[in-house]
Antibody, heavy 126, light 106 residues
Framework: EVQLVESGGGLVQPGGSLRLSCAAS????????MSWVRQAPGKGLEWVAN????????YYVDSVKGRFTISRDNAKNSLYLQMNSLRAEDTAVYYC???????????????????WGKGTTVTVSS | DIQMTQSPSSLSASVGDRVTITCRAS??????LNWYQQKPGKAPKVLIY???SLQSGVPSRFSGSGSGTDFTLTISSLQPEDFATYYC?????????FGQGTKLEI
């Protein structure tokens, strides 16, 4: 069964750090881009970051640049999100997701998130 | 960043109704548009990718159309399990932005 399981969430004070993990199983993890998406309480979805199959390319939403770092360990089938200098507005459920690709024109691809974990909750509060 | 705007933000409908949700991008995104369904307390689920391609296992009552800046998600005959929140998302360029969501209610 294809599965993603997040862990590492919890309560942290403003300015603190937290490391989220996502364990993948049931598919060849090293073949896919992977993303983190978050959802603040009662709010919509916000894409946070993604990482290429070999870790050589990483992209972030502006609000987390310089504070969050996405990484992966293909030998352990795991995705990570290191979160530093946390703020109250980072409070959310954090989902990891698999980025599926389908060929588009020329060498371009359509990307969409086809497998999601159940999420882990991060609360930033004093 | 590309802004995605959905309308309406909420919608009341009945079982059997035909429903259309629209999504507009702040610049052309070709067909790099996905639709997700999310139920309370659950992770999102992809319905449509590349604007009009139906994800495997998704009922055929769901369909997507559009290209450039204007897109629609249509549910041809609402079923009880379709009452949820729907999001569009562009994957034309990072950051992969989502629309604000459309809550579909009875």
């Amino acid at each position: 069964e294809v599965q993603l399981v997040e862990s590492g969430g919890g309560l942290v004070q403003p300015g603190g750090s937290l490391r989220l993990s996502c364990a993948a199983s049931g598919f060849t993890f090293s073949s896919y881009w992977m993303s983190w998406v978050r959802q603040a309480p009662g709010k919509g979805l916000e894409w946070v970051a993604n990482i290429k199959q070999d870790g050589s390319e990483k992209y972030y939403v502006d609000s987390v640049k310089g504070r969050f770092t996405i990484s992966r360990d293909n030998a352990k089938n795991s995705l990570y999100l290191q979160m530093n200098s946390l703020r109250a507005e980072d409070t959310a459920v954090y989902y990891c997701a698999r980025d599926r690709s389908e060929p588009a024109a020329l060498s371009y691809f359509y990307y969409y998130m086809d497998v999601w974990g159940k999420g882990t909750t991060v609360t930033v509060s004093s | 960043d590309i802004q995605m705007t959905q309308s309406p933000s909420s919608l009341s409908a009945s079982v059997g109704d035909r429903v259309t949700i629209t999504c507009r991008a702040s610049q052309s995104i070709s067909s790099y548009l996905n639709w997700y369904q999310q139920k309370p307390g659950k992770a999102p689920k992809v319905l449509i990718y590349a604007a009009s391609s139906l994800q495997s296992g998704v009922p055929s009552r769901f369909s997507g159309s559009g290209s450039g800046t204007d897109f629609t998600l249509t549910i041809s005959s609402l079923q009880p399990e379709d009452f949820a929140t729907y999001y569009c998302q562009q994957t034309y360029s990072t950051p992969y932005t989502f629309g604000q969501g459309t809550k579909l209610e009875i």
